[in-house]
């Protein structure tokens, strides 16, 4: 007798780990941080514009504008990154004022090369300035549209790689080719993403808080479905972007049971959000799980300075401290008063300092997590079904079908 089942079932660590490992066979990400960056960088050297504008969207810029983000503030770049990726008309106009159109290196970035909104914007670009291989790169699979104009046209390409989605693809040409034209150490960043990888795969470090916290998102997932992150600098606001896509186009899926899964992202900015959703976090429905994310050294010594005013006595126990310092107490206080709450399930990430190795490795570690409760919960991580519909009827309504 034979017997076999389809069924959704939460399977052990173990089983959960050998089906990640099997992924890496198709699922192109996990192997990104072990590419040769050398063409990227010896093209980087040849770019001489000063402003870098980036036409796309999704998965094309969110990654790469968690990076710049988090690292523009403690570097100074001589060229700056611009991204265009609304069809806003007041926001594309005026993002334009800030820009030099006769100094600028177009990156056109698209997976599949006909992203109506990409495509859209780089039309009007051509309209304003010409585009040709002085001013323009392209980044897309090698098959797509987009590819072919560029070839057509001598422009230079950087390919996507097939089998790479969209919000994973921060460490492929997508993010590394405009991080390197500004100046980050795109070697130093690939580094931290595989410092990961291979304490994960090796089953070191990494293994058991990403294999303990993905089991207890699954397991709790009916009473928890929504997870929120809280990061304690204004440096991580890309990064909680990018993570909510990563989530929200990951993991709400219909999976082998035909039920529908749910672990809803939202990105909180502290101390900002203390002054706002912390009320619901503390006191409203318990089905929430929080991951506060700090930065232990922010290399800045701005002081709230003594005696600048009078009249505030009773506050002058701030008097003296670093910003930095005000800060992680802020973030401390906070994660106390949840913990002592004891019924709101939450987890603690410090990074050590704001560079390229510290962002890839939270990141990474972000996708790796996604993956695993994909595979727990037996859904295709990778695709997004529930966008394409619309898609269609967009064009449809465009077309003038309907």
């Not at 504008?65 to 700056?80: D, H, Q, V």
């Not at 150490?185 to 690939?190: E, F, G, S, V």
């Not at 939270?362 to 695993?372: A, D, E, G, I, R």
């Amino acid at each position: 007798m034979n017997y076999s089942k389809n069924f959704y079932q939460i399977k052990s660590n173990q089983i959960i780990f050998e089906s990640v490992k099997d992924e890496m066979d198709t699922i192109g990400y996990y192997n990104l941080p072990l590419q040769d960056t050398t063409d990227i960088k010896e093209f980087a050297k040849t770019v001489k514009q000063k402003n870098i504008a980036i036409i796309g969207i999704g998965g094309s810029t969110l990654g790469t504008y968690a990076i710049y983000n988090f690292l523009k503030k403690s570097n100074s770049y001589a060229k700056k990154l611009h991204f265009f990726e609304s069809t806003d008309p007041m926001d594309i106009k005026s993002r334009l004022t800030k820009l030099d159109l006769e100094d600028t290196l177009f990156i056109v970035i698209s997976k599949s090369g006909t992203t109506i909104e990409t495509i859209s914007l780089f039309k009007y670009f051509a309209s304003l300035v010409k585009i040709d291989k002085s001013n323009c790169v392209i980044v897309s699979e090698t098959k797509s549209k987009l590819t072919a104009f560029a070839n057509k046209n001598l422009i230079k390409t950087f390919e996507i790689p097939e089998n790479v989605g969209g919000r994973f693809s921060v460490f492929s040409s997508v993010g590394l080719l405009p991080l390197a034209i500004i100046g980050v150490d795109i070697d130093n960043l690939l580094q931290g993403a595989k410092d990961i990888k291979d304490s994960f795969f090796s089953q070191g470090e990494y293994y058991e808080p990403i294999m303990q916290k993905a089991r207890f998102m699954v397991e709790n997932k009916s009473r928890f479905n929504i997870n929120v992150i809280f990061s304690y600098s204004t440096a991580l606001e890309g990064f909680n972007k990018w993570y909510i896509q990563l989530w929200g186009e990951s993991l709400g899926k219909v999976n082998i049971n035909n039920t529908k899964q749910s672990h809803t992202p939202i990105g909180l900015i502290g101390p900002v959000d203390q002054h706002s959703f912390l009320q619901l976090i503390a006191e409203g429905k318990r089905d929430k799980t929080v991951t506060f994310i700090k930065i232990d050294d922010f290399e800045d010594e701005t002081t709230i300075p003594k005696g600048t005013l009078n009249g505030f006595d009773d506050l002058d126990y701030i008097d003296g401290l670093h910003f930095s310092q005000l800060i992680e107490y802020q973030a401390n206080a906070t994660i106390q008063a949840i913990e002592e709450l004891k019924d709101i399930p939450c987890d603690v990430i410090t990074i050590d300092k704001v560079d390229e190795y510290n962002i890839a490795q939270l990141m990474y570690n972000f996708q790796l997590l996604t993956s695993v409760i994909g595979i727990f919960v037996q859904i295709n991580t990778y695709d997004q079904p529930g966008v394409e519909a619309g898609k269609i009827i967009l064009k449809d309504k465009l077309q003038g079908k309907n």
